[in-house]
């Protein structure tokens, strides 16, 4: 799924996967795995892909067919998305899918950029136990 939605923004935007790759800091090889969907990509390098395309993986991921024209993704809270999702793995010895991962991280940063610190955790809790 990613592969495609990939494909398409980068081709959008003009881009060889060479210098997709190099936007990236990866080689053009691992790129192409997350272009062919052979491989996904972690909770680190969705976030560098949702960062440095103006993507958001729920667009990614196919679970949103549209994307804001000029969005602009609030790096701090995609990486505290992240940085959570990541606690929480390690905290409960748990490793979700991509696919999860991006849900994850997508209602986390909503989240984030709307709630208070004591609301968001209750939110999160909750869609952690959705998802899981």
């Given at each position: 799924?990613?592969?495609?939605?990939?494909?398409?923004?980068?081709?959008?935007?003009?881009?060889?996967?060479?210098?997709?790759?190099?936007?990236?800091?990866?080689?053009?090889?691992?790129?192409?795995?997350?272009?062919?969907?052979r491989r996904e990509p972690d909770?680190?390098?969705?976030?560098?892909?949702?960062?440095?395309?103006?993507?958001?993986?729920?667009?990614?991921?196919?679970?949103?067919?549209?994307?804001?024209?000029?969005?602009?993704?609030?790096?701090?809270?995609?990486?505290?998305?992240?940085?959570?999702?990541?606690?929480?793995?390690?905290?409960?010895?748990?490793?979700?899918?991509?696919?999860?991962?991006?849900?994850?991280?997508?209602?986390?940063?909503?989240?984030?950029l709307s709630e208070s610190a004591?609301?968001?955790?209750?939110?999160?809790?909750?869609?952690?136990?959705a998802v899981a």
């Amino acid at each position: 799924m990613i592969g495609e939605r990939l494909n398409s923004k980068l081709s959008e935007l003009g881009l060889t996967q060479q210098r997709a790759a190099d936007q990236l800091g990866i080689s053009q090889s691992r790129l192409n795995q997350y272009l062919k969907d052979r491989r996904e990509p972690d909770a680190q390098m969705l976030c560098k892909i949702c960062e440095t395309f103006g993507i958001t993986p729920n667009y990614l991921f196919g679970f949103d067919d549209s994307m804001p024209a000029g969005l602009k993704i609030n790096k701090s809270a995609l990486e505290s998305a992240i940085l959570f999702l990541e606690k929480y793995e390690t905290a409960h010895q748990k490793s979700f899918s991509a696919e999860q991962s991006a849900r994850i991280i997508s209602v986390v940063y909503d989240i984030v950029l709307s709630e208070s610190a004591e609301n968001a955790q209750k939110a999160i809790d909750w869609v952690i136990e959705a998802v899981a």
